[in-house]
């Protein structure tokens, strides 16, 4: 089977904020379903090597932001493509923090949610984590932002360890042979309108926040 095949599967974009050892911290997941109404139960699958997973098991708490389609690439990449061990997140995003201790977006958010996990399931690579809704937004405002806007409006790409990454995603890529691309996140700048030549020096990679300094050439 192709496994491009899955795409046609709707996923949509969400912080998952975690109370740390040093700090509030955060990520960005795709899979996060509805299980249950009453009560209402969640399910979230992250990557076992994420600082999120491991706080997840520590606290056995969790907070869901419910990204719009006004989210800026550059907070999706602050929280998706670097590790909460090691440095703040959180640094340049606007959030306020839970009297759980856990992090929850401000802005551009359709709503957020604060969960308590009642169970887990363990597969090769993710735990799928099942977690009761304790409290949470009153309304939600906005668009979600799906999985498909994500890779198709802010041309975002998908981490190594999200459980829809798939490697044929380089293969596949019908960009200009002149397009540049991070070398961090994969993010290919292909704008005919602003050459990646032009852009000024302190331009920066939207989806990550990378230098103009790490992109090279794809061809």
Known sequence: MNPIILRTLSYGMYAIGVRGEQRPSA???????????????????INHDNYTNERIKATGEFAVSVLSENTSGTVIGALGFSSGRHADKLANVNYKVLREGVPVLREDICCWFLCKVVNSIETLTHTVFLAEIRAGSD??????????????????????????YQIEDDQQDT?????????????????????????????VCPICGAPKSVFQIKG
């Open 175 to 203: 960009s200009p042979e002149e397009s540049y691309i991070c070398t961090i996140c994969g993010y290919v700048h292909d704008d005919p309108q602003h050459p990646f030549e032009e852009l000024p020096d302190d331009w």
């Open 139 to 164: 309304e939600y405002k906005g668009t979600p932002m799906t999985y498909e806007y994500y890779h198709r409006v802010i041309k975002g790409k998908a981490p190594k360890n999200a459980p829809t």
């Open 27 to 45: 990520c960005i997941v795709n899979t996060v379903v509805q299980i249950t109404a009453d009560p209402m139960v969640i399910a979230v699958s």
